[in-house]
C-alpha cells in the first residue's frame, strides 16, 4: 500500500493506519523550512509520454527538453514572449565586423561549471568547433572557426556574411565543458547521464519514468534558482494529464486543455496563462508552375477563403475562445507590430466579409453553378483539406469553416490523415490546402518567418520534398530579392523596409491563409512555487516544452508562502 | 514423432513468419524517419538542409540498398539479438527501450492475466456444479463485462475511483516522488498499489469468457458416463467435482489460457494509454507514431516470440495433463 | 475469447446426435431478449441516419445537456450526439457485418475445406491458420492501420477480418473432422456422391450452428476492436462509428467536463450491442451442446443438491 505523498492535496483513506501515517507526515512538512522533507520541489509535465530515455547531450535533437536551458545555458537568451533584446546569459557582450563574417563575443565572468572547475572563452571556442567539425551535429549549417583570444573573448569567423546566423549561434547553443567534452568519445551517441552545465539545475536522478533535477549550488546568478528541486514526469494523454492536474500532482504544463475555466474553476490554487505565439493557417499548394494543382492555385480563391470564414465562430467552437486575431503579414500583431509596415495589414478580419469574398470570386470568374458550388471552366470550387486525424481543434475548424464556405459557394472536403501521411504530403506538395502553424523562430525577427516560408530558395517543385518549410511551394522574385537585402544586414531600419515589401507581396498572394493566432495555454499551480510568467508580466514563453525559456523560469518562480 | 515432428515444423515457420511479416510491413509504411524527424525539429527550431544532411548522416537511412541486402541484413541482426537504435529515443538501442519497458507489462498484465483466469476457472467450476445457483445465474453478467469497451469501462473506473472518490492513484507505474525503484518496501507497495485499479479492470473484462468456458464444459463433463459411475461407487461429492469433472474440464481453458497469456503483451497497449503505464505497450504507439521503424520490430519481435514461447509452453504442460496428446503422438 | 465455449469434440459428438433435426434454436427468454436489443439497434443503425441532420453540423452552443432540441446534447463544436450516435450505429455495424462475413468465409474455407480435403492440403491449410492465430492480432492492426492511406470504414473492417479468422478456422477445422468421420458421411462417399456435395449437403448443415456462433463472436471482436483502434487514434478517419465519437469524446475531456451526454451513449450501446450478441450465442451454444440445456433431476439429487437448491432450480426449469 501507499504512502501517500506529502506534497499531494488528495487525502485517502485506503488502509487506516497507512494512511493517518501519511497524513501525519503531511502534516510535519508542510512547512517549507522543516528539514529535507520541507525542500521545494515543483514538478513539470513537458508533453513527454511513454517511457524515457535517458539523454543530456545538447547536441542531440532527441536530448531530454531541459538538457537546453536548464541544465546548459547558452550565450544569449532570446525571448520568444516579448519583443525585447537579447538577453546576456554565458556572454555579457557581442558584436560583428562590418562584412558579418566575424563576430566577437565577451564571455561572463565569474562562472563556474557544475563541477567547479570555472568557465572560460576556452570552453565556447571547443563547443563551435565541435559543432562545426561535427557534420551530424550541425543542425544549424554552421560554418566557423572559433578561437578564444584572450579569457574572455571568443571570435568567431564565418565563411561568408552570417547576420542571420546571430540567434543560432548565440541563443540556440548551449555551451559544454571543453574539460569532459575533448575526451567524450563519440558527441553524437554520448547521453551523458551525468551532466555538467553552468545551468541553475544538475540532473540528480533518473529512471524512465520521471527523472529529477536538483540545483546547481555553484549557479552565477546570485540567489538563484530558489527551487530546491524540480521533477519531470511523463503521462499519457490530455485526459490524463488533466486529471493529475486537478490531483495537485503537476505545478507547470502546457496542454490544451477542453473547458478549461471549468475545469480550474474550483481550484483556487491553479491558474492558466495564455501565450499566443502560433499563427494556425490554411497551408496552400499555391504554385502551378512547380506542379501544385486545384482552384487554390488561384490567388482570388485564396484572397475568397480569407475573407470568406468567420473566425470569431472559428475561436469560439474550436480555439476554445483563447485565440487571438492574426495578421495576413505572419507577424504576431501583439508581439511584433514594429514590423508591419501598413497598419491596414495589422489584423485579419474578425467575422465573415461575404460579400467581398464573393465579390472576389466572381470578378474572378468563379461563377454559382447548379448546386450552390462555383465554378469556372467546368472545374468546381471544390478543395480538399487536410489535417492530422486526432488533432481534435483543427478537426473542429474545418467542420466549422466547410459550413461557413458553404456560404459563398465553395465546397471544402475535410480528410483526416495520420500525422506521418499528413506530413508527407504537405513536405511533398501532393495537397491542395492543409491546416499547419506558422511561428515560434531563433529569434523574433520577421526575417526567419519570411526566409523560411516564403523564400524560393526553400522550396522545391511537387513529389520532392520540401521540409525546409516552404510547402506552399510559394515563389516571387520581389519577396525572395528582399528576403536576402534583409538577410545582408543587421541596419533593423533596412530590414524593416524590405519586410514591407515582401508584406505587399504576400498579402496579395496569400499562399498561407492566417486564421488566427492559436492559443498556447500553459497551467500552473501556485502550491510549491509562485512567479509564473503572467499576463501582466510574461517574462519568459511559459509553454513547458520551449526549451530556453524555461531555465529562466525555473531561476525566476520562488518557493510558495 | 510425427506429432513432434509438426509441432518443430510449426514453431518454425511461425517465428519466420512473424521475423518477415516484421520486416515488411514498416517498411511499407508512408513517410521516412528523416522526414519525420526534420519535421518534429521544425516544430522546436529553425530547420535547414544540413539538418537534413546532418540527420541522414545520424540515422544510417540509406534507401538506395535494395530490400533484399536490407532482409538479408535484417535477418542476420535478429538473430544476433541486434534490434538496431531506436529513432525516437536516439541514441538508445532498440532492446534498452524494450528492457526499461517489458518488465511492467509483464507484471501488471500478466499477472492480471493469472487472476482471471484463476478466478475465472474456480468459479466457473463452482457454477457449472451447481446450476442454477446465483452464481450461475451471474455468468451472463461477467459475459456481459466482456462486451463492454475495455477502454471505456477502464476511463470511467479510473474517473470515478482515481478522480471523484481518489482510492486510487491516477497514472504510473508508482509514485515518483515518494520512491525510486529498487527492492524496497516502499517502492513495491507503491508498484502493487498503482497496479491495482488497471489489474481490476483486466479482471473485470476478462473473467466472463473463463467463468462461461468452464461452466459450459462442466456442465458437459458432469453428463459424462464415468461420472455416473463415480457417483454410483458412492464417492463424495467433492471429490466428483474436483478429481472426475473439473480436472477434464478445465483442458480446453488452459488450451485458451496459452494464447491469452501471449496476447498479454498485446493487450496491454490499450491498458497502458488509459492509465499512463509505462510499458512496452504505449512504446509500441510511440513508435508507430514517429516511423521508428526498428523500435516496432523490435517490440513487434518481443510480442510475437512472447505469444509463440507461451505457446510452445502450454503445448509440453497440456502433453502433461491430457494423455490423449500423447496417444496421438 | 473464441476457443472456449465450444471445445470442438464435445461439440461434434452432441451435434451429430442432435443430427440435422433441429437448426433453430427454442424460443428461450435469452433469445428473445438477445434478439429483440440487437434488432432494435441494427434498425436505429439503418433508420437513425435518415431521420437525424447532419453530424458535422456545428452550432454555437457547445457542451450543453440533453434538451428538447437535441435530444442527448450537444458536443464541445455543438454538433448533436444522436445525430452523431445514428451514424456511428450505421459505421459500427458495417463494420461488425464486413468482419462478420469476411471472417466467416475465411475461416470457412481455411477450416472446413482444409479439413474434408485432408492430407497435405489440410496440413498446409492448419499451419496457416496457426500461424496466423500466435501473431498477435492488435500489434499487427496497429502497424498495418498507421500504413494504410486515407483509412475507410471498410480498409478497417478488412484489416481486422484479416487478423482475426484464424481462431474461428481451429474451431471448424475441429468440428469438421469429427464430422468427417461419421459413419453416413461415409456412406455418402461409398455411394458415390460427389464431394462438394458432401461438403455442402452432408457436412454444412450441421457446421450451421456452430458458424453462426462463430460470426457473432467475430462481430463483436470487430466492434471491440474497432472501438479500441479508435481510441487509440488509429481508428477510420472522418467516419463516425462509436469507436470515433468516444475518442472525440474522450479527448474533448467529455468525462472530466461531466459531458456524460456525449460519453456514456456510444459506449453504452457497444455495451449493449455485445451483450445481445452474447445473448444470442448462449441460446445457439444450447442448440451446438444439448448437455448445457437440462440436467435430470435425478442426477442433481446424486450431486448433493440440498432441498432448497433443488426448488430453485425447479423454478427454473418451469419458466
Known amino acids: ?561 | 514423432m510425427r506429432y513432434v515432428l509438426q509441432k518443430i515444423v510449426f514453431y518454425i515457420v511461425a517465428f519466420w513468419a512473424a521475423l518477415t511479416l516484421n520486416f515488411v510491413l514498416p517498411r511499407l509504411m508512408p513517410g521516412n524517419p528523416v522526414d519525420i524527424m526534420l519535421s518534429k525539429l521544425a516544430q522546436r527550431g529553425p530547420v535547414t538542409p544540413e539538418t537534413r544532411q546532418a540527420i541522414e548522416l545520424l540515422l544510417g537511412t540509406d534507401s538506395q540498398q535494395p530490400i533484399l541486402d536490407q532482409y538479408v541484413q535484417y535477418m542476420g541482426q535478429v538473430l544476433t539479438g541486434n534490434l538496431g537504435i531506436s529513432v525516437t529515443f536516439f541514441p538508445a538501442p532498440v532492446s534498452q527501450v524494450i528492457s526499461q519497458t517489458l518488465p511492467w507489462t509483464i507484471g501488471l498484465i500478466g499477472i492480471s492475466t493469472v487472476i482471471s483466469f484463476l478466478l475465472g476457472v474456480g468459479l466457473g467450476q463452482l457454477a457449472g456444479w451447481k446450476r442454477g445457483s446465483w452464481l450461475d445465474n451471474v455468468i451472463p453478467v461477467t459475459t456481459m463485462f466482456q462486451s463492454v469497451p475495455y477502454f471505456w469501462l477502464a476511463l470511467i473506473l479510473v474517473f470515478l475511483l482515481g478522480s471523484v472518490w481518489q482510492i486510487f492513484p491516477i497514472n504510473g507505474g508508482y509514485d515518483v516522488w515518494e520512491t525510486s525503484p529498487g527492492w524496497n518496501a516502499g517502492f513495491i507497495g507503491s508498484v502493487i498499489y498503482h497496479g491495482t485499479l488497471p489489474a481490476l479492470t483486466i479482471v473485470l473484462s476478462s473473467i466472463g469468457g473463463w467463468m462461461l468456458g468452464m461452466r459450459n464444459m462442466m456442465v458437459s463433463t458432469l453428463s459424462e458416463d464415468y461420472i455416473v459411475t463415480a457417483e454410483a461407487k458412492g464417492l463424495r461429492p467433492r471429490r466428483i467435482m474436483t478429481t472426475y469433472a473439473a480436472r477434464n474440464a478445465v483442458l480446453p481453458s488452459v488450451a485458451g489460457f496459452a494464447i491469452s497469456l501471449g496476447f498479454v503483451v498485446a493487450g496491454s497497449i490499450v491498458t497502458e494509454a488509459v492509465f499512463s503505464y509505462p510499458g512496452i505497450g504505449s512504446a509500441l504507439l510511440q513508435a508507430v507514431g514517429s516511423n521508428d521503424y526498428a523500435l516496432m520490430q523490435g517490440i513487434f519481435l518481443v510480442i510475437t516470440l512472447s505469444v509463440l514461447g507461451a505457446n510452445l509452453l502450454v503445448d509440453l504442460l497440456y502433453s502433461l495433463i491430457d494423455p490423449r496428446t500423447r496417444a496421438r503422438a | 475469447m473464441t476457443t472456449v465455449s465450444s471445445d470442438p469434440t464435445v461439440a461434434a459428438e452432441a451435434a451429430t446426435r442432435v443430427g440435422r433435426a433441429r437448426t433453430l434454436p427454442p424460443l428461450t427468454p435469452k433469445l428473445v431478449a438477445g434478439v429483440g436489443l440487437a434488432g432494435a439497434i441494427i434498425l436505429f443503425g439503418l433508420i437513425g441516419p435518415l431521420v437525424v441532420g447532419d453530424p458535422s453540423r456545428v452550432n454555437d452552443i457547445g457542451l450543453s445537456g440533453p434538451s428538447g432540441e437535441f435530444l442527448l446534447g450537444t458536443t464541445q463544436t455543438g454538433q448533436d450526439v444522436l445525430a452523431q450516435l445514428a451514424y456511428a450505429t450505421r459505421g459500427s455495424l458495417i463494420i461488425g457485418a464486413v468482419v462478420g462475413v469476411l471472417s466467416i468465409a475465411l475461416s470457412a474455407f481455411f477450416g472446413i475445406v482444409g479439413a474434408y480435403a485432408g492430407g497435405w492440403v489440410d496440413e498446409g491449410f492448419s499451419l496457416f491458420s496457426n500461424v496466423m492465430l500466435v501473431i498477435p492480432g492488435l500489434p499487427l492492426v496497429i502497424i498495418i492501420s498507421s500504413y494504410v492511406q486515407d483509412k475507410s470504414l471498410l480498409l478497417i473492417a478488412v484489416v481486422l477480418a484479416i487478423t482475426s479468422w484464424a481462431g474461428s478456422a481451429r474451431v471448424l477445422r475441429g468440428f469438421t473432422l469429427s464430422v468427417r468421420s461419421r459413419d453416413y458421411v461415409a456412406a455418402a462417399r461409398v455411394s458415390g456422391e460427389k464431394s462438394w456435395r458432401i461438403l455442402c449437403v452432408e457436412i454444412l448443415p450441421n457446421l450451421i450452428p456452430l458458424l453462426a456462433s462463430q460470426a457473432v463472436f467475430a462481430v463483436i471482436f470487430a466492434i471491440l476492436g474497432e472501438a479500441g483502434l479508435s481510441f487509440l487514434g488509429l481508428g477510420a478517419s472522418g467516419s463516425f462509428t462509436w469507436g470515433t465519437m468516444l475518442y472525440y469524446a474522450q479527448n474533448g475531456l467529455a468525462l472530466r467536463l461531466e459531458a456524460w451526454w456525449w460519453f456514456v451513449p456510444p459506449g453504452l450501446l457497444i455495451a449493449l450491442f455485445g451483450a445481445a450478441l452474447s445473448l444470442i450465442n448462449f441460446s445457439i451454444d444450447e442448440i451446438i451442446n444439448p448437455k448445457l440445456r437440462t440436467q435430470t433431476r435425478a442426477a442433481r439429487k446424486g450431486w448433493g443438491f440440498s432441498r432448497r437448491e433443488l426448488k430453485t432450480i425447479a423454478k427454473e426449469d418451469e419458466l
Open chain 1, 1 to 561: 500500500m501507499s504512502l501517500k505523498s506529502p506534497r499531494r492535496r488528495r487525502t485517502v483513506g485506503v488502509v487506516g493506519s497507512l494512511a493517518a501515517a501519511a497524513l501525519l507526515l503531511s502534516a510535519c512538512s508542510s512547512s517549507p523550512e522543516s528539514g529535507e522533507a520541507g525542500e521545494s520541489t515543483i514538478t513539470v509535465f513537458n508533453g513527454s509520454t511513454g517511457t524515457i530515455t535517458e539523454n543530456f547531450n545538447p547536441f542531440s535533437s532527441t536530448a531530454l527538453q531541459p538538457t537546453n536551458g536548464v541544465v546548459f545555458e547558452s550565450l544569449y537568451w532570446y525571448n520568444a514572449a516579448q519583443d525585447e533584446d537579447p538577453v546576456p546569459v554565458l556572454a555579457t557582450a557581442f558584436e560583428w565586423n562590418e562584412e558579418g563574417t566575424e563576430l566577437t563575443i565577451t564571455t561572463r565572468e565569474g562562472v563556474t561549471w557544475s563541477d567547479g572547475e570555472d568557465f572560460t572563452a576556452e570552453d565556447v571556442a571547443f563547443t563551435f568547433n565541435l559543432v562545426a567539425e561535427t557534420p551530424e551535429l550541425n543542425t544549424t549549417g554552421l560554418s566557423a572557426v572559433a578561437e578564444a583570444t584572450d579569457e574572455n573573448t571568443v571570435v568567431l569567423t564565418f565563411e561568408e556574411q552570417s547576420f542571420m546566423q546571430e540567434p543560432s549561434v548565440l541563443g540556440n547553443r548551449g555551451i559544454v565543458p571543453e574539460h569532459i567534452w575533448k575526451d567524450v568519445a563519440d558527441p553524437i551517441t554520448e547521453v551523458n547521464s551525468s551532466p555538467v552545465g553552468t545551468g541553475p539545475y544538475t540532473v540528480e536522478s533518473f529512471s524512465p519514468q520521471s527523472y529529477l533535477l536538483t540545483k546547481n549550488e555553484n549557479y552565477w546568478e546570485e540567489g538563484k534558482p530558489a527551487i530546491d528541486q524540480v521533477r519531470y514526469i511523463s503521462l499519457e494523454n490530455a485526459d490524463s494529464a488533466s486529471a493529475a492536474l486537478l490531483a495537485g500532482d503537476i505545478d507547470w504544463m502546457s496542454s490544451f486543455l477542453p473547458g478549461l475555466e471549468q475545469l480550474l474553476a474550483d481550484n483556487e490554487q491553479l491558474s492558466y496563462v495564455n501565450t499566443p505565439a502560433l499563427t494556425t493557417s490554411i497551408f496552400t499548394c499555391s504554385n502551378p508552375e512547380l506542379g501544385c494543382e486545384g482552384p487554390q492555385t488561384d490567388a482570388a480563391v485564396r484572397q475568397a477563403l480569407y475573407y470568406g470564414i468567420d473566425r470569431e465562430q472559428l475561436n469560439n467552437l474550436a480555439g476554445g475562445g483563447f485565440a487571438s486575431p492574426a495578421s495576413p503579414t505572419m507577424i504576431l500583431p501583439e508581439r511584433d507590430a514594429r514590423w508591419i509596415g501598413d497598419s491596414a495589414n495589422s489584423e485579419v478580419p474578425s467575422g465573415a466579409e461575404v460579400d467581398q469574398a464573393e465579390q472576389i470570386l466572381e470578378d474572378a470568374g468563379w461563377t454559382e453553378g447548379s448546386d450552390g458550388i462555383r465554378e469556372k471552366d467546368g472545374e468546381r470550387l471544390s478543395l480538399t483539406i487536410q489535417t492530422v486525424s486526432g488533432w481534435s481543434d483543427y478537426i473542429s475548424l474545418n467542420d466549422a469553416m466547410t459550413q461557413q464556405l458553404a456560404e459563398i459557394g465553395v465546397e471544402l472536403n475535410p480528410v483526416q490523415l495520420s500525422w506521418n501521411e499528413w506530413n508527407n504530403n504537405q513536405t511533398l506538395g501532393q495537397f491542395q490546402l492543409s491546416l499547419d502553424s506558422i511561428g515560434l523562430q531563433p529569434s523574433n525577427n520577421p526575417y526567419f518567418t519570411y526566409n523560411r516560408w516564403y523564400a524560393s530558395t526553400q522550396t522545391v517543385p511537387v513529389g520532392e520534398s520540401a521540409s525546409a518549410g516552404n510547402a506552399a511551394r510559394y515563389s516571387n522574385p520581389i519577396v525572395d530579392e528582399a528576403v536576402l537585402t534583409a538577410g545582408a544586414t543587421s541596419d533593423e531600419a533596412v530590414q524593416a523596409e524590405q519586410y514591407a515589401i515582401i508584406q505587399g507581396e504576400i498579402v496579395r498572394d496569400m499562399p498561407y491563409i492566417p486564421i488566427y493566432v492559436n492559443s498556447m495555454l500553459t497551467e500552473f499551480s501556485t502550491e510549491n512555487a509562485v512567479g509564473w510568467p503572467s499576463n501582466d508580466d510574461p517574462y519568459a514563453l511559459a509553454a513547458a516544452w520551449k526549451s530556453w525559456d524555461n531555465g529562466v523560469i525555473l531561476k525566476t518562480i520562488t518557493p510558495a508562502e
